[in-house]
């Protein structure tokens, strides 16, 4: 077999069921099908360094614990995340109770996309920002350090990105964003748009420049990313190139395996393949890869390697935004 290289950065669906009903995707609605058994997930490497586990609701799936025991004890010096809506107040703080004795240092993203009930309409979950509340109450009461709000902004939403991160500072937890995307294999949806660009801008700009006024290097890298993702949105182009594939992928619950979750060129099902590297090898997964280059998104799983690849472009425009200021 020929020397293949592994990727670093994994988003792992646990599950697609859900107990939301978001108005940027349409998961919930998708059929119900078995989720791959645990043991497949034997046929992942160790060497990953940023995993991701998403869904659905990943903490609707009965055996999460034992999913990220099995990949913290392949991965131990993953920096891994689980995201949730943070609905199931209770489970999510049962479960997590558990996990953090298997990994200490994970970290939570919950998901807040306004102030109130607007909140509650983009999520179709009547008392949605009460409950993400409490559930952030509670995973501060476990001492969880790294923990975020992470938002979606769409045309219906955008004007409350700059509330949300002054109340992500108030509470002393972490804000990251996107925006929504269309993913049919991920997302089940493809009519998501934007086209409130003004809005954009300039909520963009107030967030930017308040990431760069910090003295931390992580939110230095946060607002160019957020500055790439507003040249995405107004050209559709990426400012660096796809490496998806390459140095990440994305396994839905069923084993299928992509580049990206944005992306709809599947590589392999790791039920098929003694492991990951031989999905790899194979001529459908390099087909997907050379395809996928091709593709324009900007997701945080798309962009974080690419930002490492190309670091001296990344922090020239850090040094010179900070100096003359941001203007999009």
Not at 47 to 63: M, V
Request: proline content about 3%.
């Amino acid at each position: 077999m020929a020397r293949i290289k592994m990727p670093k950065d994994l988003v792992l669906a646990a599950t697609y069921n859900c107990n939301s009903r978001c108005r940027m995707c349409n998961i919930w609605k998708m059929e119900k099908m078995p989720v791959l058994e645990l043991e497949q997930y034997e046929k992942l490497p160790g060497g990953f360094k940023d995993i991701n586990i998403t869904g659905g609701e990943p903490f609707l799936r009965p055996d999460l614990v034992d999913l990220i025991k099995l990949l913290a004890e392949k991965n131990p010096r993953a920096r891994m995340v689980i995201s949730t809506n943070g609905f199931a107040t209770d489970l999510i703080k049962a479960k997590m109770q558990e996990i953090l004795k298997i990994k200490p240092d994970i970290g939570v993203a919950v998901s807040l996309d306004a102030i109130g009930s607007l909140h509650d309409q983009i999520r179709g979950v009547n008392g949605g920002y009460e409950k993400v509340m409490a559930t952030v109450k509670a995973l501060q009461n476990l001492k969880i350090k790294n923990l975020r709000l992470s938002f979606t902004a769409g045309d219906y939403n955008i004007r409350e990105l700059n509330k949300v991160y002054h109340l992500a500072k108030e509470l002393g937890v972490q804000l990251t964003m996107t925006v929504v995307h269309n993913a049919e294999n991920y997302f089940n949806v493809v009519d998501n748009k934007i086209t409130r660009l003004d809005d954009f801008k300039k909520e963009f700009e107030k967030l930017i420049s308040s990431e760069l006024k910090t003295l931390n290097l992580k939110r230095w890298l946060r607002a160019y990313f957020y500055y790439a993702l507003f040249k995405f949105i107004e050209t559709g182009k990426r400012l660096l190139p796809n490496y998806s594939g390459r140095d990440s992928l994305f396994i839905d619950p069923q084993g299928n395996v992509y580049p990206s979750d944005v992306s709809a060129h599947l590589m392999g099902n790791l039920k098929d393949f003694s492991s990951l590297k031989q999905l790899l090898a194979s001529e459908k997964s390099s087909q997907a890869i050379r395809l996928e280059t091709k593709n324009q998104n900007w997701m945080i799983c798309t962009a974080r390697r690419a930002m490492k690849k190309h670091a001296f472009q990344v922090l020239t425009w850090i040094f010179k935004s900070k100096i003359l200021g941001v203007k999009l």
